[in-house]
């Protein structure tokens, strides 16, 4: 059987009609003390000591997105299965319902709004921030809880009390760039590359330029394009970036930050470069996967450095044991970054239910969820106020991926 396959004794349940519902329609003089009973009876969550406690996972099993779904999934198995090894949750194992929204927002809510109704009261939502957006309104005032595991984009999680955010937002990690920038690299004065037609290097420039500025930073230029940089770019447009970067040698920048993706990235690094300029370059998530790109060298991503949400080189324990523990299992050939998320997520409802005795009172497993203050896989976890994480930020080297510093 393909490893893919393997599932760790997990249980996969086929949706079911809804008991209530059915028996219902059929028996129309059911009183309302009946339905009330077999309401609790049925209840999902509500676990006793010997039942399974439910937790539903929408991700992309198929589309676009599959391969970043199915690691998703090989790491929540791997909680799932070490802690129903271990004895489960006050003798209770944890069943995990995986549903395919294909990264589809419209599905996603769909699947999302039919498990409320069901309800079921423990969601490990979508990958994509537009994905969760969309669960988020479904979830209403359902008392469920909510987990994005990655999406780092705006959704509220401020209207729901029931929902959380796992992962570094996009704000929180350019906010996080910044400490980098000052405390690890001593920079003071930065030099920021913005393409103005895309809404993520907006945003990500805006906050590093307002938190370097209040950290005590100076911004010596904006280097400002309109379409993304690479081998497309006619020879004018060329011309035209050479010319602004040839300007910055004088600028005596500390730091360059580029919040863009790897494509771009690469050819502005390469120019970067070449005018002379060895001042260090920072960049974020986007920038995965240039060290991969065959035009790249090591020599010119030297001194270069990126945000991640999960690095498998980082020395911490957590990080060594999981590692390990996929890599015996599964092998390397999966986006490690969401199958750690996953594993996360798993934990960090599991830690929840165990605070609060169980998950009959889900309102308690809530509360010992923001509560959350701990070293997990992907570091240091705790949540702010709008239940956005607040954890340690691991910065690689751009020329391979590997770790260079964790920032608290």
């Known amino acids: ?86 004895g489960g949750i006050n003798g209770s194992k944890i069943e995990l319902v995986v549903k395919d929204d294909k990264a589809d927002p419209m599905m996603s809510e769909a699947i999302c709004k039919k498990a409320v109704a069901n309800g079921e009261k423990l969601i490990i939502g979508s990958l994509t921030s537009g994905c969760a957006a969309k669960d988020v309104e479904a979830l209403e005032q359902s008392r469920t809880i909510f987990i994005a595991p990655a999406a780092t984009g705006k959704f509220a999680t401020a209207d729901n009390p029931y929902v959380f955010r796992a992962c570094d937002s996009d704000a929180y990690l350019g906010k996080k760039v910044v400490t980098f920038a000052r405390k690890n690299l001593s920079a003071k004065r930065a030099v920021i590359f913005i393409y103005e037609e895309n809404e993520y290097s907006v945003a990500l420039a805006e906050k590093f330029r307002t938190d370097f500025s209040v950290q005590g930073g100076a911004i010596v230029s904006e280097v400002t394009y309109d379409l993304p940089i690479g081998v497309n770019n006619s020879v004018r447009d060329k011309q035209i970036m050479t010319m602004k970067i040839a300007s910055l040698v004088h600028q005596k920048c500390d730091v360059i930050y580029i919040p863009d993706y790897y494509n771009s990235v690469a050819a502005l ?17 986007g920038w995965q996967g240039i060290e991969k790109m065959p035009e790249m060298n090591a020599d010119v991503l030297k001194n270069c450095y990126y945000a991640v949400q999960f690095c498998a080189s980082n020395p911490a324990e957590a990080v060594k044991q999981f590692t390990t523990a996929f890599n015996e299992k599964y092998g390397s050939d999966y986006v490690m970054t969401f199958a750690a998320l996953g594993y996360d997520c798993v934990y960090l409802l599991a830690n929840a239910i165990t605070a609060a005795g169980g998950c009959s009172d889900i309102a308690k497993v809530r509360g010992e969820l923001a509560k959350t203050d701990g070293r997990y896989v992907t570091g240091k976890v705790s949540f702010d106020k709008d239940r956005d994480a607040v954890k340690s930020v691991t910065f690689v080297n751009a020329y391979d991926a590997s770790f260079f510093a964790e920032v608290e």
């Not at 690094?269 to 998530?285: K, L, M, Y």
């Open 1 to 86: 059987m393909p490893a893919k396959e393997q599932f760790l004794r997990i249980i996969i349940i086929a949706e079911k009609t809804d008991f209530l519902y059915t028996v219902f329609m059929k028996t129309k003089r059911i009183i309302l003390l009946d339905l009330i009973s077999v309401a609790l009876l049925c209840a999902p969550v509500a676990a006793q000591q010997g039942e399974n406690i439910k937790i539903t996972s929408i991700i992309p099993q198929s589309g676009v997105l599959e391969s970043y779904g199915l690691s998703e999934q090989l790491g929540m198995e791997l909680a799932v299965n070490k802690i129903n090894s271990n």
């Open 269 to 285: 690094v390469s120019q970067i470069r070449a005018a002379g300029i060895t001042a260090p370059i920072v960049g974020c998530e």
